[in-house]
């Protein structure tokens, strides 16, 4: 046998050990999902949320903690994936989704809710300087990709290896069979000759570059300010459009990672959070393409649907943004949240621990690795099922992560929510810091 079997052995056997654990104190959650199974494929209608052996099924939240149906309490770091912001029981956002209730939820008209959340968003992100509503971050970035080859003329859309824009536009681990059929050119992320040279290649072709300035799904990799600013001259050259989701980023400060180095894309899309915890998703951008929705004109390009402006996501959004995450309490947020991701890897750091943390304020996620993580290549399968691991190691301490290695972190999470997670992290590398580092040092001789 290699050390690397060997290491990688002991890492499959400790998490097994795990497994069995977590399936003796969960029964109910595993008969739920059994149950489940009779009408949903594999128990599941969300494949983010699947995990070996099963995953918990949830019953009740409050503030920053989740409880399961066995029983369990634990602290809330998936933070559904983000759209979680605001936690699970905050005051003014029930009040505003009561209201909306109390005043009839299918209205099939304009109501006054969605123009104020429209204006509230316009105000945060000035590029969006119009903006339509949808009911998912999926969903506004179809809209913002069919809308760049409509006004472009131009069929290509250039995306990020590792990039998540949506269930039907998934280009991490190998993609998705079933994404939406369009013509891609993958570009490596931060990666400026490479991208640089494709935009070129493709210019005549090239409706649109979509980005996330965080990478995401691939492990919360942040794109270098002067990458994005590389991406919009080099757009701008070629006449193709310049798209940002930032479904998730925008809750990073007030205005979202635009907001922080200034740049104005042409078109950006939300999600996640806007809705205030309810299904919702924006896109919007410069006038002169976004206008081309008005229902005045007579070749107004078409945007119907149902749920685009339901009263509990337009009033629960509008709260959300307008009385909690207000811009003060958004730039608060990210330093204090950035504070305790620098924390996290601070102690790795001292207890030569080769585990980092990555990603921007609220929104993170642990690698394996001595180094920087620059792109989606760098991200090793071993890396994945170490994130994997410490999230099976977290349930059974309490903490609840993303099953992939994520953490979000919400408004209602105290200091002694952040300890408790520190806590279970280095509880967790005492016990396994020698195995950590025996993974690294072989994948460091494997690359080599
Ligand atoms: N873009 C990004 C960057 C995302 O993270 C997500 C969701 N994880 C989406 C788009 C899709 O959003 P939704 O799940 O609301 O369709």
Not at 216 to 229: D, Q, T, V, W
Not at 265 to 281: I, Q
Not at 289 to 306: K, L, N, Q, S, Y
Not at 380 to 394: D, E, I, L, N, W
Request: hydrophobic residues 40%; contains cysteine; neutral net charge.
């Amino acid at each position: 046998m290699t050390l690397s079997n060997h290491r990688l052995e002991q890492l499959e056997k400790a998490f097994s050990g795990l497994k069995q654990e977590f399936a003796k104190r969960n029964p109910l959650s595993l008969k739920a999902s059994q149950e489940a199974a009779r009408a949903l494929p594999g128990g599941n209608t969300r494949s983010v949320l699947f995990y070996e052996p099963f995953p918990l099924t949830m019953v009740s939240g409050q503030g920053a903690e989740v409880r399961d149906l066995d029983g369990h309490t634990y602290i809330d770091f998936v933070g559904e994936f983000s759209a979680g912001l605001y936690g699970h029981s905050d005051p003014i956002i029930k009040q505003a989704i009561i209201e909306a209730l109390e005043c009839g939820i299918v209205l099939a008209a304009p109501n006054v809710l969605e123009a104020r959340l429209a204006e509230a968003v316009q105000a945060r992100f000035p590029s969006m300087e119009r903006l339509r509503f949808c009911n998912s971050g999926t969903e506004a970035n179809i809209l913002a990709l069919v809308t760049a080859r409509q006004v472009t003329g131009r069929s290509k859309i250039l995306v990020f290896d590792g990039a998540y824009h949506g269930g039907v536009l998934v280009f991490s681990k190998g993609g998705n069979p079933i994404n939406i059929p369009f013509d891609y050119v993958i570009a490596p992320y931060n990666d400026y000759e490479a991208t640089r040279s494709l935009i070129q290649a493709h210019k005549d072709d090239l409706a649109c570059v979509i980005v996330e300035p965080i990478l995401g799904a691939a492990g919360n990799i942040p794109a270098e300010r002067s990458f994005l600013e590389m991406l919009r001259e080099e757009t701008a050259k070629v006449g193709a459009l310049l798209i940002f989701d930032e479904v998730k980023t925008s809750r990073c400060g007030a205005g979202g990672i635009q907001g922080q180095i200034g740049l104005t894309p042409d078109l950006t899309t939300l999600g996640k959070y806007l809705g205030g915890g309810l299904s919702s998703g924006a896109f919007g951008g410069r006038a002169d393409i976004m206008d081309r929705f008005d229902p005045h004109r007579p070749d107004a390009f078409r945007h119907a649907g149902t749920f685009n402006n339901n009263v509990c996501s337009m009033a629960a959004g509008l709260a959300g943004l307008t009385r909690v995450f207000t811009p003060e309490r958004a730039d608060a947020f990210l330093v204090e949240c950035e504070a305790f991701r620098v924390r996290l890897n601070d102690e790795m750091v001292a207890r030569k621990v080769p585990l980092r943390f990555t990603g921007q304020g609220s929104l993170f996620t642990m690698h394996l690795s001595p180094n920087g993580i620059r792109t989606a290549a760098d991200v090793t399968p071993t890396s994945r099922r170490v994130g994997q691991f410490f999230h099976m190691y977290a349930l059974l301490n309490g903490v609840a992560i993303a099953s992939r290695g994520d953490f979000y972190q919400s408004l209602p999470m105290t200091d002694a929510h952040r300890q408790t997670l520190r806590n279970v992290l280095v509880s967790f590398v005492d016990e396994y810091a020698e195995l950590l580092k025996a993974l690294v040092d072989q994948e460091i001789r494997a690359a080599a």
